[in-house]
Nanobody, 128 residues
């Protein structure tokens, strides 16, 4: 079992930056692939980024590639999402999720249904 708690959301102007953190409980954090997703009202949860269990592989949605960076520190049981050059369309509730390590090497890495554990979400609002 893994419990996830996100933090770092807030209000920022267009072009600004935020760093989201996701702290995990449990001794098996390093065995999971981790992902970030986001959701706006009335829409399905959208894949943002994913990282392999050891941080060696990262994947991004086209909409955030070159602006967002996912990373993890297994010693601190934490995964991060550095968000730069933020746009109003990045406004959403951001969720971190943990999934089986094998999904990172398949197209399933972008599917919310393949992630077993979820945090409660943190709101990111980008003003124009």
């Amino acid at each position: 079992q893994v419990q996830l708690v996100e933090s770092g959301g807030g209000l920022v102007q267009t072009g600004g930056s935020l760093r989201l953190s996701c702290a995990a409980s449990g001794r098996t954090f390093s065995s999971y692939a981790m992902g970030w997703f986001r959701q706006t009202p009335g829409k399905e949860r959208e894949f943002v980024a994913a990282i392999s269990w050891n941080g060696g592989s990262t994947y991004y949605a086209d909409s955030v590639k070159g602006r967002f960076t996912i990373s993890r520190d297994n010693g601190k049981n934490t995964v991060y999402l550095q968000m730069n050059s933020l746009k109003p369309e990045d406004t959403a509730v951001y969720y971190c999720a943990a999934g089986d390590r094998s999904i990172i090497y398949t197209d399933w890495r972008s599917s919310s249904q393949r992630y077993r554990y979820w945090g409660q979400g943190t709101q990111v609002t980008v003003s124009s």
